[in-house]
């Protein structure tokens, strides 16, 4: 598992080529709890721009989650551990967890830059909503200016480019957008599923479907 400090994986240096910068992606979600969606959206991520490793922060406080009620950040972490325990590219990180809310992702970002060092290229992992609803981001101009900002398709979620490049001027050019395959599943229709009786057993790992079951978590409304 990679070191917060950003010493993971090696970045796979060719013999005879300059040495390339670090390539570290963020995670960041409430995962409420985590699921093979998140899996597979780090995956492909990973993959596709080369990441050395993901740090998987899960939000404390998530500002647009203000109004709900969470299950507390222990529990959403120890399950994204268990989920990801043999992911040897994922570190779980307390980035969040371990400061007082709200978890504005500029000041997370921040956070980690400090951690990886000035030549890290910081890649922010996202699903097409979240890009949807960026201009209403605590600094989301920062964010666009300071770390490449990656959205993976999501079922159902359409852009309006013209909006986001009215509200964030540049955008466009700026974000990358990958191919993932496209799963209806979210955090809250596992909770209602797990409320109402019905399966989950392949929409989380097995692990976390037996954590879900032991501590009781989403059985009540
Ligand atoms: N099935 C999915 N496909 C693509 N992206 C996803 C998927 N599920 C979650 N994401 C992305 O993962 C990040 C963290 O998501 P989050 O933890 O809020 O889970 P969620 O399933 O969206 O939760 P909820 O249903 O409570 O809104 C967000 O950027 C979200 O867009
Ligand atoms: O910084 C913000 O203003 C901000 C607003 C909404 C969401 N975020 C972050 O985006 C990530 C996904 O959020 P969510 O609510 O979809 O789980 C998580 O890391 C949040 O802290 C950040």
Redesign the pocket.
Known sequence: MPQEDGACQPAGEEAGTLPRRKRIGI??????P?????L??AEEAWYQLKLDCIFLVPAGD?PH?RN?RLTPVAHRIHMAELATADIDYICVSRLDADRPGPHYTSDMVRLVRQRVGPDAEIYF??????LRDLPTWHEAAWLVENCKLVA????DVELDWDQLEAALPGIREKVIILD?P??????????ERVRRGQPIRHQVPKAVEEYIYSHNLYREP
Request: charged share 20%; net charge negative; hydrophobic share 40%.
């Open positions: 995670f960041g979600g409430t995962f409420d985590i699921h093979i969606g998140h597979i959206l998530p989650k709900r992992l996202m699903g097409l909503d979240s993976l398709n999501r079922h993932m496209e799963l209806e599943i979210a955090s809250h229709t596992i909770q």
